[in-house]
Each structure stands twice: as structure tokens, then as C-alpha cells.
């Protein structure tokens, strides 16, 4: 039985997955500050040295899902306390599309694939949260990892906006709130293109590549769609008229969705492995029947 070390996880995704770890064939470690109700709960500090080093030579774990690094320096810790282990585990990275580009800095439509940011070229930085963003924190995290840690043992995976029903950002409950209390806005570049994953399906494909022999890097993500086509299918589910909801007769506004031009993320070496086997409207009603 693997044994699979997840850190962090404790909400949204991680949470979504650790409960599907639960029901397979692995034993199941979770480490955080935040106390969940699992059997081997460890309460542990990751940037602290001494404290992560001792959980790697308390345990040899097979996989180790990271979802907290933010930085080159947590990456550094993280590798530091690895190598007390005998053996070298599977990595797994929650990483994040934006890597490539913030979506209101970008300067014309951009479709970007696994290729079109190289963390093993990338000259690394170890400075640490707030001193650098989010996106070059992650930048900082994947190219230490791929630059210090065995490929054959390292997966990256970048995820777009992830929607869900126990979404902790209310990214997913925008427009439920506009549309249950007739708010009307002006969403700016509302014909542009964005790329969205779902909690449901991002949990399962990090259990993928827990459950395969898969390496590298991976962008995971539904076929992009505009934000007008999001917007009409929150309307639909909720016969809700646009007009009521959409309104040219106020304000520009930006919304969790907006971006300056279309976002598009190519996905197709993860589909060509793990077809999602869902279309994104199905998904999205699926989500919403639970909220």
C-alpha cells in the first residue's frame, strides 16, 4: 500500500481530494496547521525546517502532493526535508496557469500550452511570500523543484480558475448573487475567452497521476469558453433573463473573470491521457445543483 503524504489540503480542492484518497488503496497522511478529522493528521509548520525534516525521517512516503507552495524558498525547505528519506517519493505540485501571465496583463489573445513557460530555464529566486506575487512565487516554486529534484520523479500540474460548489472564494457564486438579488453590472471584455477546471475534476486528475506512472508537466483544463457564455449558462439554470442580469446603461466593471484578452490554455497532453469525459456545462449545472 502507498503511503501518500498531502500538504496542506485542508479546504476546496485539497479537501475534495483527500476524500477521494480516502476511499482508495493508499495510506493517507495529511500535514497542515489546520486541524481536519483524518486518521494520520500531522499539525506541522512547512516552512519550518527542523519540524518538516523530522516528518521525513519519522516516515518513508511514497508521494508527497504539495498544495501550499508558494514560493522558491518553500520549495527549498520541501526538497531539503525529501532528501532525509532513503528513497526519492513522487512529487505532485498544485500549480497554476498563471505562470503564464496574469490574465489583465495580458497584451493580445494568447493560447498557451505546457511549453510556454520552461521552469528549467527559468533563473529561480528563493525570496518567499509577500515579496514576490502569487504567479512568480509559483514561477520561483516549479523551476527550483525542476532544477533540484529528479524528473522521472516530479509532476507539475497548472490549473485555470477552479469552480466549485464549496468554492471558499465565491469565484463560483459571482453571478449566483447577482441573480438572486437582481444586481445588474457591466462586465468588462465580456466576449473574451477564459479556460475553467472544476473542484470534481481536478481532484481526480491529481489522483491520476497518484494512481499512474506519469511524469512532467500538465496544463488541466476545459475547452475555453467567454465569459457571456458563462454568464448565460448561470442565467439558464436559474431562469433568469439577461437583460435582468446585464446592463450597457452602467459602468465598466471587472469581474473574477475578466480578462484584458482571450486566456486560453491548451490542455491536450493531459486529455490525450485522462479524457475529462465530462462537457462544461454539465459540470457547471452539476455543481450548482448542490449549491
Known sequence: ??????????????????????????????????????????????K???NLNQLFI?????IVVDFINYSGLDSKILINSINQQEKVPKLILISTVYTYAMPLEIKYDSIYDETS????????????????????????????CIQNYR??????????????????????HFYIDKIKNNIKINPRNIHKMGSYIFSNEAANSILNFVNSNYYGIYNISFKAISEFDLIKIFCNYYHARL????SKNIEFTNTPFTSNFDFIINSNKYNEIFPLGIGFNKALNRELSKI
Open 1 to 46: 500500500m502507498k503511503k501518500v503524504l498531502v500538504i496542506g489540503g485542508t479546504k476546496y480542492l485539497g479537501l475534495e481530494f483527500i476524500k477521494l484518497l480516502n476511499k482508495s488503496n493508499t495510506k493517507l497522511f495529511v500535514a497542515s496547521r489546520k486541524k481536519i478529522e483524518v486518521e494520520n493528521f500531522i499539525t506541522i509548520d512547512r
Open 48 to 50: 519550518n525546517q527542523k
Open 58 to 62: 519519522d516516515n518513508q512516503f511514497d
Open 117 to 144: 513557460f520552461n521552469p528549467l530555464d527559468y533563473k529561480t529566486s528563493i525570496m518567499d511570500r509577500p515579496h514576490v506575487s502569487y504567479a512568480e512565487g509559483k514561477r520561483n516554486m516549479e523551476s527550483y
Open 151 to 172: 524528473k522521472d520523479k516530479l509532476v507539475i500540474l497548472r490549473f485555470p480558475i477552479i469552480l466549485g460548489y464549496n468554492d471558499y472564494t465565491r469565484r463560483t
Open 243 to 246: 437583460d435582468l442580469i446585464l
